[in-house]
């Protein structure tokens, strides 16, 4: 397969504005973040454990952050990061990627952006994805104040400690599509007053284990994008 | 921030204990994990120094 090069660069600018003449697009058109977990800061994040969990880097390709439970049934550990600094608009799209796995299917795992709170299996505000215990079947959730609006798709499936990727995009008018593995598995619609969240998210994952056993998540990368245009 | 709550003691107890870095922000006693991460909210929405934690972790607001 042949390379197209644009060796002057290309832009998503005009030439007039202050990044017109950068050889990439503008680099405020969104506000991004990312995280390959090639680094780990604890500090970083708002941590909440049930029993006894120190996430932590583990070894293998593609920086990976290892989040073990300790052995009780009910025993979990969510990462969030601090602070929150995601709202969503009408007018303004965003985007959600993330590539995991869980251990076994035994857990309940989640992942996506939700408001900072200590029960993400549970949370008042967000859009995320969260797995059932057993089946491993995925639910992509749009929640706001979660009795005001709480709509749900059916997305997937997990197979245990296999990666996947979950990725959802917020289409800035009415609708929010679920994508497993690239492919497109589902969509809520409906009025943004009326879903969508109006409380600042933020990056949030995690994992409980159902059984009397440890159970692992493991992250390979989570992208997390709002349009600023 | 660190937000744990301890698996229960034989009396089915356990404890919230809130950390940021070195700095012991709380520890105390709940009655179970949803007690727990309940007055844990409360701190994370008012702050582990506010008048609406301290109101919460007092005895009678447990009842």
Known sequence: ?229 | MLINISDADKSGKRTLTVTDGDTKLYSGPVDNTAAGQKLANVGLKHGWDSDEFKAATKPSAKK
């Open chain 1, 1 to 229: 397969m042949s390379m197209t090069r644009y060796a002057g660069g290309f832009s998503t600018a005009k030439s007039t504005m202050p990044f017109g003449n950068y050889t990439h697009p503008d680099p405020t058109d969104q506000h991004l973040y990312e995280n390959d977990f090639n680094a780990y800061v604890a500090g970083d994040w708002t941590i909440t454990v049930v029993g006894t969990s120190t996430p932590a880097l583990v070894a293998g390709d593609g920086g990976i952050l290892g989040i073990t439970t300790s052995a009780s049934s009910g025993d979990s550990a969510f990462l969030q990061k601090t602070i929150g600094s995601f709202t969503f608009e009408t007018g303004k799209p965003a985007w959600f990627a993330a590539r995991f796995k869980v251990s076994t299917l035994a857990t309940t795992a989640v992942i996506g952006l939700q408001v900072i709170d200590t029960t993400p299996l549970d949370v008042t505000d967000g859009i995320y994805f969260l797995s059932t215990t057993a089946t491993g079947a995925v639910t992509g959730i749009v929640r706001k104040n979660a009795t005001t609006g709480s709509s749900s798709a059916a997305v997937g499936t997990l197979v245990a400690d296999t990666y996947t990727e979950l990725a959802w995009y917020w289409d800035g008018k009415d609708t929010v599509s679920f994508f497993q593995d690239k492919v497109g598995k589902g969509s809520i619609s409906g009025v943004a007053a009326g879903f969508l969240p109006d409380t600042t998210c933020t990056v949030s994952f995690g994992v409980q284990t159902d059984s009397a056993n440890a159970r692992t998540m493991s992250v390979d990368y989570i992208i997390a994008a709002k349009s600023r245009r």
